[in-house]
């Protein structure tokens, strides 16, 4: 076990014994993310780019600590030992990058110069039985692609982050491909924007978005 003492205002993981099953509490928690995301996204490698590997471990975390907004276990936790918890989580990262890669690969042949298949973004990670039907997915493009532009994003951003997410290209194929992306930095930040402002209004009750996704 590692015996880097890692104290987040409270005990450290290294005063349980290798044997000890137990729930973390939310100090132990972060003391393992410190320890292991890097570790858990560099065991990904041959899964997907560098980014979405970090993406998926930190996902897989926040879902096994009840914190994530959009992934839950199908089970309460119970007690495990440190390696059993180290388990837990690869085994959750690996398999929210293997979906990710799936439902990449069934958008793969998407325009995103089209309007109608812009919007497709709408079925990344949430309910893919419902989302992949034709008459939800003509709706929900349509709905995020207005959402999109409402909210300023400009038809590269929407561009370079479907070639990464859909197409399942590399950062640096991404800029190569889409004039006006300069690196691949810049990439995951529009990347990110365009997730994070979604999400956002995907939890306004009100907004078309948040009708479609909780349907």
């Known amino acids: 076990m ?7 205002g409270g005990p450290s993981l ?36 560098k980014d979405d590997c970090l993406d998926a471990a930190k996902d897989a975390f926040l879902k096994v600590m009840g914190l994530h907004p959009k ?12 390696g059993q918890w180290y ?3 690869y085994h959750q990262a690996r ?19 089209d309007e109608d298949e812009v919007g497709a973004f709408g079925t990344q990670d949430y309910d893919h039985d419902m989302v992949c039907r034709d008459d939800l ?6 709905v995020v692609l207005k959402v999109c532009r409402a909210q300023g994003f400009t038809e590269k951003t929407i561009e370079g982050f479907f070639a990464a997410k859909f197409r399942g290209l590399s950062g640096d ?4 491909a889409v004039n006006g992306i300069k690196s691949t930095n810049a990439l995951y930040v529009r990347n ?3 997730l994070d402002r979604l999400m956002e209004v995907g939890q306004d009750k009100s907004s078309e978005l948040y009708r479609l996704w909780a349907a």
Do not use: Q
Request: include cysteine; charged fraction near 30%.
């Open 71 to 82: 992934y839950k276990l199908s089970e309460p936790l119970e007690p495990r030992a440190l």
């Open 137 to 142: 997915r003509r709706t929900i493009r349509a």
């Open 95 to 113: 398999g929210i990058l293997s979906n990710r890669r799936k439902h990449d690969e069934r958008a793969a042949g998407f325009s995103t110069s």
């Open 192 to 194: 990110k924007s365009v």
């Open 14 to 49: 290294t005063d349980r014994a290798k044997s000890d099953k137990f729930i973390p509490t939310m100090n132990e928690w972060w003391a393992m993310w410190s320890m292991w995301l890097d570790k858990i996204a560099s065991s990904l490698w041959r899964l997907g780019a």
């Open 173 to 176: 194929e991404v800029v190569a």
């Open 87 to 89: 388990k837990m989580l």
């Open 2 to 8: 590692n015996k880097c003492k890692i104290v987040f």
